[in-house]
């Protein structure tokens, strides 16, 4: 027999969870929130406890009413009582220094934009955030600030673990989310992303320019242009006139593949008129990427080799339409006679009629 058995103390039976109640299926699906579920559970090391119970209030769907806004969590957990508990989440937001410093450092290289742009968290994305001093997922119990309405004094209480879980789950869907949990919503990150890439464009466009004005001042007025080459015209003929005199040089592609595959059509989404169970990305991915693939092939093929597509269209072929047609002989013309003249007349229960031409009014 228990102690709270003996003196008579009995817990309350837990209530139902409610239809609304988000159900944890697979927490920690992606790298970063598996990350997530990592750095919580090394924060509160310690807790296994309560831990595995929030979870399994996070699988029943007792969590409820998740609210992410400026970089604040709020949500309500069905518990013993008639009312829900009301928990708060918070993670120490980042200033403005560290996320200046960030957001260069994401700018100058390229995949992250790529990554983010396409609605995924690049995979060394916390190296950017260590450089600064800092981390992107929590490292101490200091930097989480969670309050519950419970009456356990516990940190955390199983209605915060359960949360934290949901939360999780929640990452998975907009890694974005992290980002504004450290103080940054997820357009303020792109726009600042796309002017300093703007900036940095710039930059490189106007550095040769200031090069090339400082080497003509170093040189001075008194200096010579350089001996421009001229092209002396030649006898020109009718039957050489779109000949090239010198062979032309061989053009030439090179290009890198795309980090990410799909990024447009994941960034534009799906339309409003939209009514197909399969997303536009799992509709137009497919003849997206096989028109880039044969333009690759069409842009690096040999000289001199065929560029014909490998398969030939569906159909039968136009060459052998004329065989046919000198088999079976050559088209029947159209009779040219009336279907009915002025003089063709009838009988009609008596009474003689005329019909008129085709045609005629």
Do not use: N
């Amino acid at each position: 027999m228990s102690y709270r058995e003996f003196w008579g103390w009995t817990s309350a039976p837990k209530r139902p969870p409610p239809e609304h109640g988000i159900k944890v299926k697979k927490a920690g699906a992606t790298w970063w929130g598996q990350r997530w579920l990592e750095a919580l559970e090394h924060v509160l090391k310690g807790e296994s406890g309560r831990l595995a119970r929030g979870r399994t209030y996070a699988r029943a769907g007792r969590t409820h009413d998740l609210v992410i806004r400026r970089g604040k969590v709020t949500a309500r957990v069905t518990g013993s009582r008639p009312t829900p508990y009301a928990v708060s989440l918070a993670l120490r937001p980042h200033g403005e220094a560290v996320w200046e410093k960030a957001i260069a450092e994401m700018a100058g290289r390229a995949q992250y934009t790529a990554e983010l742009l396409a609605g995924t968290m690049p995979q060394a994305i916390d190296e950017v955030f260590r450089a600064a001093g800092v981390s992107l997922f929590p490292r101490s119990r200091e930097e989480l600030v969670t309050d519950c309405s419970c009456p356990d004094w516990g940190d955390p209480c199983k209605h915060v673990a359960a949360t934290h879980y949901v939360l999780g789950e929640a990452l998975d869907r907009d890694p974005f989310l992290l980002f504004e949990l450290r103080g940054r919503t997820k357009e303020q990150v792109l726009s600042a992303l796309r002017a300093a890439r703007e900036a940095g464009s710039a930059g490189a466009a106007l550095e040769p320019r200031g090069a090339a004005k400082r080497k003509r001042a170093a040189r001075g007025a008194t200096a010579e242009a350089p001996e421009v080459p001229s092209v002396k015209p030649g006898k020109l003929t009718r039957d050489s006139y779109d000949v090239p005199r010198e062979p032309l040089p061989a053009l030439s592609f090179s290009f890198d593949a795309p980090a990410t595959h799909g990024a447009v059509l994941r960034q534009l989404g799906a339309p409003a008129s939209w009514g197909a169970k399969a997303s536009p990305e799992d509709v137009l991915a497919p003849p997206v990427r096989a028109a880039a693939e044969v333009a690759r092939r069409i842009a690096l093929r040999e000289p001199g080799e065929a560029s014909a597509p490998d398969r030939a269209p569906r159909g039968r072929s136009r060459a052998k339409q004329p065989a046919r047609r000198a088999k079976r002989g050559p088209p029947t013309q159209p009779s040219q006679q009336p279907l009915h003249t002025p003089s063709t007349s009838r009988r009609d229960g008596g009474a003689r009629s005329k019909r008129s031409p085709v045609g005629a009014p």
